[in-house]
């Protein structure tokens, strides 16, 4: 296409608002795409960069493009054309702008250059990495993690207590083989699909909220999907009823560093004296989630049986990185991370539920528990579910489903590694997919 300039003398960024509106409309600029640079724009049309920006300010307030702050402007796909693929290689591959769905951690909240120190550290302890790892973990980090969660969580308990793993996954792996007395397992939701499938592999009935199984399984600090945490009373009224029948709880600790708006819940295996309970902890939220190290406390019966098996499983975790987090531990730097990520993401918290209630105001329903990254947004349009989740990705939008209802959709945001400057622009335009589509079907 060509650039005509001025039509009857209108001014020069309508002619250049005009000529990329016409791009976006025949689907030449796809939804995704990122716009020239102003300065590139400037030199290829040689016209002004004022001239330029102005144009660029008139599609944006009409819809055709918006602004991602240090990074550019990108066309938001108001025409409904998604992103033409340019060859079938990449056609899976979606360009997104804005991801609120996310559940990793903020760039700004790990330091990089400390835990490189800490690796490199490792990496010169020449002869302990000639050898293969310790099935149970290296028994410096299983000394180092039970004093932790003594002074953390006040769970007593020995290093020969605990094991070591590569994630909650590969402990249940290890743990499940040791529960020949049970048979049927409970999870809060259908959610849990990780848990769920290892315990289903091990031929366990999988059951949803019913604690009368053999086997409970719970998030007490992590509840729902928003941040709900299980109160002291319904902990003890639990201990109780698995005691009474003979069940088997396991504590999944998950997000307990990042509870904000109450004072920290006493865990279960401790509330319980830490008999019929195994306690999971992992460092994936705390540190980097490639950094996979998680570990599991057992209760004095299952500890047994596991060492009669502990030499038929190999450590599957890093043991170059057990030794560097077994030092950042002692020295402190762990703690220093929790309270650091516990300011960053309370305060990113309120962040994205002020901007979530200023663009969708009382028609939208918000939920936000006392601990962890996440919200609930609940907004009345026509959309399905994966009709929303396709249309959002169509305008560079990543958006996660969490359920559905007649004339609404309840959304999980997730404020953790999207920069707060995003959260506007991101709702912004999540609000006007869902109105364009609820207008056009009236």
Same mark, same amino acid.
């Given at each position: 296409?060509? #650039?005509? +300039?001025?039509? /009857? =003398? ?8 005009? $000529? %990329?509106?016409?791009? @976006? ?31 660029? #300010?008139? +599609?944006?307030? /009409? =819809? ?8 550019? $402007? %990108?066309?938001?796909? @108001? ?364």
């Amino acid at each position: 296409m060509a #650039l005509e +300039l001025q039509k /009857d =003398g209108e001014p020069l960024y309508l002619s250049v608002y005009r $000529y %990329y509106k016409d791009l @976006i409309l025949q689907g030449k600029l796809p939804a995704g795409s990122k716009m020239p640079s102003l300065r590139k724009c400037s030199g290829e049309l040689h016209l002004s960069r004022t001239t330029i920006e102005n144009a660029y #300010l008139q +599609l944006a307030a /009409d =819809g055709f493009i918006i602004s991602k702050a240090q990074s550019g $402007y %990108y066309v938001t796909g @108001i025409t409904g054309k998604p992103a033409v693929p340019q060859n079938r290689e990449k056609a899976a591959e979606v360009n997104y702008i804005y991801d609120l769905s996310s559940s990793g951690v903020d760039r700004e909240s790990f330091r990089f250059d400390l835990w490189q120190r800490y690796i490199k550290s490792a990496l010169r302890q020449n002869d302990r990495l000639l050898s293969y790892g310790e099935p149970q973990g290296e028994y410096e980090l299983r000394e180092t993690l039970a004093q932790y969660i003594r002074e953390r969580r006040n769970i007593h308990c020995t290093a020969e207590d605990i094991v070591v793993g590569a994630g909650v996954q590969s402990l249940l792996h290890i743990l499940c083989p040791l529960l020949k007395d049970y048979t049927t397992v409970s999870f809060p939701t259908p959610s849990f699909v990780h848990g769920s499938a290892v315990f289903s592999d091990y031929g366990f009935d999988v059951h949803y909220r019913d604690k009368d199984c053999g086997i409970i399984f719970v998030s007490p600090a992590h509840m729902t999907k928003w941040g709900e945490i299980m109160p002291i009373s319904r902990r003890l009224e639990l201990i109780r009823h698995a005691s009474h029948r003979g069940s088997l709880i396991i504590e999944d600790d998950f997000e307990n560093e990042f509870v904000y708006l109450q004072k920290p819940t006493p865990s279960i295996y401790s509330l319980a004296g830490g008999q019929g309970v195994v306690y999971i902890g992992s460092f994936s939220r705390l540190l980097l989630p490639s950094i996979r190290i998680s570990f599991m406390v057992l209760p004095r019966q299952l500890r047994e049986a596991y060492l009669q098996r502990a030499a038929l499983y190999n450590q599957t975790a890093s043991k170059a990185e057990q030794i560097a987090l077994c030092q950042f531990i002692r020295d402190g730097h762990l703690a220093a991370q929790t309270r650091r990520l516990r300011r960053l993401y309370a305060a990113k918290m309120k962040l994205l539920t002020e901007a979530a209630a200023q663009i969708f105001g009382a028609k939208a329903k918000i939920k936000v528990g006392s601990a962890g990254t996440t919200m609930a947004l609940t907004v009345p349009t026509r959309y399905s579910g994966e009709a929303l989740k396709n249309a959002a990705a169509a305008h560079g939008l990543k958006i996660q489903v969490l359920s559905e209802s007649e004339g609404a959709l309840t959304l999980l945001l997730s404020c953790s590694s999207m920069p707060s400057d995003d959260f506007i622009p991101a709702l912004t335009l999540l609000k006007n997919i869902v109105t364009v589509q609820t207008l056009s079907e009236l």
